[in-house]
């Protein structure tokens, strides 16, 4: 069953923004000194069905290797699908030429992790920030360089420095400048991977500000990928779980947070670090109790038959392994939160972030 959007009432009735179907991403792994033959094949992203809607925030969630900045550089087209189909805007681009690719181009960007390997130190940043203008043949009225003063300005940096390099620069204000670089073109849908995971955490909370102002003034779309689940409630409007290259829960963000079905997403949001502002209510409520998951993630070069999950899950039967979960709305769920688990979590109201360990019952 293809994920559904839940966001506003005009976005259900309008055609997403972006949707993938059955999207798959298969790296060869080749053996041998000399003749190099295909040995295997890294599963990265599996089969996926993702929906975004105009001016909306899907949340992106998974552990490190689930296929989160691999799903997000697919969609950039930056990567070429093994699979499935990517369409935007009501077009298929899965296999789009460049010359095909070149209209849309500038509506979908990326603001990439690492602000200080993103940037090319020889440009300086009005280099940086122009150079996407300068590519797709873009001249703004008052010229280029007022333009990139401009954007400086709205990623609240001094237009100033516009001729400094990125090295003159702190973490935070660098990806500051990739923010203005993605928002040169105008884009409907950035791609955020990471942004703020390289960042100390009073920068994270700046850069996240800033996206959501920058989201509500010009209404742009931002597939968000992260594994601060902290991080994502704040920004996005509904989540998707990834683990090992499949899409196992999908749900507006408050009926993720406080009623999850799946047990891995239970897992994740028990990690969650929790600053209780009440001491005497954390004290009467007793301590919150944690889900420790056995043994470590599998091999994405040999996944495992049936759920993915279930062999770390504590509920787990014989089904699981002969049986692949479909992601589907369960009884009892409201529309859009889908789950793809044969025997899900019983949908039990929990406190923000408080989830009980069913493995210690």
Same mark, same amino acid.
């Given at each position: 069953?293809?994920?559904?959007?839940?966001?506003?009432a @005009?976005?259900?009735?309008?055609?997403?923004?972006?949707?993938?179907?059955?999207?798959?991403?298969?790296?060869?792994?080749?053996?041998?000194?000399?003749?190099?033959?295909?040995?295997?094949?890294?599963?990265?992203?599996?089969?996926?069905?993702?929906?975004?809607?105009?001016?909306?925030?899907?949340?992106?969630?998974?552990?490190?290797? $689930?296929?989160k900045?691999?799903?997000?550089?697919?969609?950039?087209?930056l990567?070429?699908?093994?699979?499935?189909?990517?369409?935007?805007?009501?077009?298929?681009?899965?296999?789009?030429?460049?010359?095909?690719?070149?209209?849309?181009?500038?509506?979908?960007q990326? #603001?990439?992790?690492?602000?200080?390997?993103?940037?090319?130190?020889?440009?300086?940043?009005?280099? #940086?920030?122009?150079?996407?203008?300068?590519?797709?043949?873009?001249?703004?009225?008052?010229?280029?360089?007022?333009?990139?003063?401009?954007?400086?300005?709205?990623?609240?940096?001094?237009?100033e420095?516009?001729?400094?390099? &990125?090295?003159?620069?702190?973490?935070?204000?660098?990806?500051?400048?990739?923010?203005?670089?993605a928002?040169?073109?105008?884009?409907?849908l950035?791609?955020?991977?990471?942004?703020?995971? @390289?960042?100390?955490?009073?920068?994270q *909370?700046?850069?996240?500000?800033?996206?959501?102002?920058?989201?509500?003034?010009?209404?742009? @779309?931002?597939?968000?990928? @992260?594994?601060?689940?902290?991080v994502?409630?704040?920004?996005?409007?509904?989540?998707?779980?990834?683990?090992?290259?499949?899409?196992?829960?999908v749900?507006?963000?408050?009926?993720?947070?406080?009623?999850?079905?799946?047990?891995?997403? %239970? *897992?994740?949001?028990?990690?969650?670090?929790?600053?209780?502002?009440?001491?005497?209510?954390?004290?009467t409520?007793?301590?919150?109790?944690?889900?420790?998951?056995?043994?470590?993630?599998?091999?994405?070069?040999? &996944? &495992?038959?049936?759920?993915?999950?279930?062999?770390?899950?504590?509920?787990?039967?014989?089904k $699981?392994?002969?049986?692949?979960? &479909?992601?589907?709305?369960?009884?009892?769920?409201r529309?859009?939160?889908?789950?793809? $688990? %044969?025997?899900?979590?019983?949908?039990?109201?929990?406190?923000?972030?408080?989830v009980?360990?069913?493995?210690?019952a």
């Amino acid at each position: 069953m293809k994920e559904t959007g839940t966001g506003s009432a @005009a976005g259900k009735a309008a055609e997403p923004l972006l949707e993938l179907s059955g999207l798959e991403k298969h790296f060869p792994v080749t053996g041998g000194f000399v003749f190099k033959r295909q040995v295997g094949r890294v599963h990265a992203v599996d089969g996926i069905d993702l929906t975004v809607h105009a001016g909306e925030t899907l949340g992106l969630v998974g552990e490190s290797g $689930c296929g989160k900045s691999t799903t997000g550089r697919l969609v950039a087209r930056l990567l070429e699908p093994t699979g499935g189909a990517i369409r935007y805007g009501g077009r298929d681009i899965t296999h789009a030429s460049r010359r095909e690719l070149k209209p849309i181009r500038s509506e979908i960007q990326m #603001i990439f992790q690492d602000p200080y390997s993103s940037l090319n130190p020889r440009h300086t940043v009005g280099g #940086i920030i122009r150079g996407p203008m300068e590519v797709n043949g873009i001249d703004p009225p008052g010229g280029r360089d007022r333009r990139v003063r401009e954007l400086l300005e709205i990623v609240g940096l001094n237009p100033e420095h516009y001729n400094r390099f &990125p090295h003159e620069f702190s973490g935070g204000q660098r990806q500051r400048i990739g923010v203005a670089r993605a928002l040169a073109l105008n884009p409907r849908l950035i791609v955020a991977d990471e942004p703020v995971s @390289a960042l100390d955490v009073s920068i994270q *909370a700046q850069v996240v500000n800033l996206l959501q102002a920058l989201q509500r003034e010009l209404g742009i @779309a931002f597939l968000f990928i @992260a594994h601060d689940l902290a991080v994502v409630r704040h920004f996005s409007q509904r989540v998707a779980v990834m683990y090992l290259g499949k899409i196992v829960e999908v749900a507006d963000r408050d009926s993720l947070y406080r009623r999850p079905r799946h047990p891995y997403t %239970h *897992a994740l949001l028990s990690a969650v670090p929790e600053v209780e502002a009440d001491p005497a209510a954390a004290s009467t409520a007793g301590p919150r109790e944690r889900i420790r998951l056995a043994g470590d993630v599998p091999s994405p070069i040999d &996944p &495992p038959s049936g759920c993915r999950f279930r062999t770390r899950c504590w509920k787990a039967q014989e089904k $699981c392994a002969s049986e692949e979960p &479909p992601l589907v709305r369960l009884e009892g769920n409201r529309e859009g939160h889908l789950t793809a $688990c %044969h025997f899900p979590e019983a949908p039990t109201v929990h406190g923000d972030d408080v989830v009980l360990d069913p493995a210690l019952a």
